[in-house]
């Protein structure tokens, strides 16, 4: 890796600490990614960015932000990044998935808050990560009550703005969501003293739909009888492409992908014949967090596709690109992120509706839905989930995890015998 220390220095990083997670990530990334076989070339520069994740882009940050350049940074796929980019600014995503930093969030947290959380408040407070040191300012949102608590905590320390997202999806809720992104342009032409005019808006929102055009090619693939990409590959693209710039994470996909239809021609995959293919559902995987994507790929299976923000979720649903006017292209995003289906919304059956949608889609085998501990809604939802995939008929294993590594081995001999239950 070339040498970023200076600049982690003038971000008033704690070096020491930090020296540690960089010791411990390439064995990580080299255990759970390099070790797969058959792996198609066009990871090589998502295997780059993982080695200089706190170097290259966070470089490029701070190089834009000495042009005067602003950089605002996200937790969640309802916070509409079109608009920041409008305002010629940037947009990062900022989760925390590493246990690394889930002590420094217990600081100001209680323990029984979910580790994303803890860990995103942690790397803020620890200063270990350099996205969370470079962001001018957090955009947070009203999803669940421990995020709502900790923007006011991490507001001591950094310019918090928080998007108010309504909780059900009737039309004055859609129109309320509209009037939210209003005001978030209004907040982010303030703070960048960039106008957001429709011509620029609309450039935006190209930007961002052709981002999520290459997601979507790529998940194609994934419903190939043998895909000849891994689940955690596309997991870890996935990952990447909440930091990476847009167009250049939109051109790398589409690359990859260039790769990946000669390998549906020549007829190649990366799973051993017959390997069940299993749909991921429940709580988000901010990187490093591969845990089980792992476990239920080294198990032998094939993960074909995630029902989560870190996967479907962020990419599924277009905004409409034909609006002229600003108040058009606000409508256009409201109606855009107001498709998603969070667990935070009730009723949420548009959620169980995507889940088996995906099943037929993906032709999974069967469903895990996995849980953050500590995440009550994606918890309580489980219930309704297991309950419409034992009424579709479709296999159905509800597991709950952190970010440690301590329920490894039981992780692995329940997914085990699931995807044995599954073969019978
Ligand atoms: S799970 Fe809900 S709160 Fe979390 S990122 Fe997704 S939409 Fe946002
Ligand atoms: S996983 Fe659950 S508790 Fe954690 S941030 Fe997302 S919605 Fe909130």
């Known amino acids: 890796m070339a040498d970023y220390r200076q600049m982690w220095q003038d971000l008033g990083m704690d070096l020491q600490t930090h020296d540690v997670l960089c010791d411990v990530l390439p064995q990580a990334f080299g255990d759970v990614y390099l070790s797969q076989k058959n792996r198609p070339e066009g990871m090589d520069f998502f295997n780059m960015v993982v080695a200089e994740i706190h170097g290259i882009r966070p470089a490029e940050l701070v190089e834009f932000q000495k042009t005067g350049g602003k950089v605002f940074g996200t937790f969640c796929v309802y916070v509409p990044d079109e608009v920041i980019f409008a305002a010629d600014a940037i947009a990062t995503g900022l989760c925390g998935g590493s246990q690394f930093w889930v002590p420094g969030g217990e600081k100001v947290l209680p323990t029984s808050t979910c580790p994303l ?31 709502k608590k900790a923007w006011e905590i991490l507001a001591e320390d950094v310019p918090v703005y928080v998007m108010d997202l309504p909780q059900m999806k009737r039309d004055k809720d859609v129109k309320a969501w509209g009037e939210e992104i209003a005001a978030l342009k209004d907040k982010v032409e303030e703070f960048t003293g960039n106008k957001v005019t429709a011509e620029k808006l609309k450039e935006g929102i190209k930007l961002i739909n052709d981002k999520r055009r290459a997601l979507a090619r790529l998940y194609e693939f994934r419903k190939q009888p043998n895909p000849p990409i891994s689940g955690k590959d596309c997991l870890l693209v ?14 790398m996909i589409n ?5 990946l239809d000669e390998r549906v021609q020549n007829g190649v995959g990366v799973y051993e014949e017959g390997a069940k293919r299993i749909l991921i559902t429940g709580t988000p ?15 032998g299976a094939a993960v074909v596709a995630e029902e989560t ?7 599924e649903h277009l905004v409409e690109e034909n609006r002229d006017t600003l108040e058009g292209q606000i409508d256009a995003l409201a109606e855009r992120y107001m498709k998603i289906n969070c667990a935070c919304f009730t009723p949420n059956e548009k959620r169980i509706d995507d889940i088996k949608r995906l099943v037929k889609e993906y032709d999974a085998d069967g469903v895990i839905d ?19 995939m034992k009424e579709a008929g479709i296999p159905c294993l509800g597991i709950e995890t952190d970010y440690t590594d301590e329920d490894a ?4 001999t329940r997914v085990g015998a699931f995807l044995e239950m599954l073969g019978e």
């Open 117 to 147: 959380i803890k860990a995103s408040v942690g790397a803020r407070l620890d200063a270990t990560c350099p996205f969370f040191r470079i962001a001018d300012m957090y955009i947070g949102e009203t999803t669940c009550d421990g995020k």
């Open 238 to 251: 996935s990952q990447i492409a909440f930091y990476d710039d847009p167009a250049r994470n939109a051109q």
């Open 255 to 259: 690359k990859l992908c260039g790769e």
């Open 285 to 299: 995987m901010a990187i490093p967090n591969w845990k089980l994507h792992h476990i239920v790929e080294s198990s």
């Open 309 to 315: 923000c870190t996967g479907v979720r962020y990419f």
């Open 370 to 388: 996995v849980n953050l501990k500590f995440c009550s809604l994606y918890d309580i939802e489980g219930y309704n989930v297991e309950k419409a």
């Open 409 to 412: 081995g039981q992780l692995r």
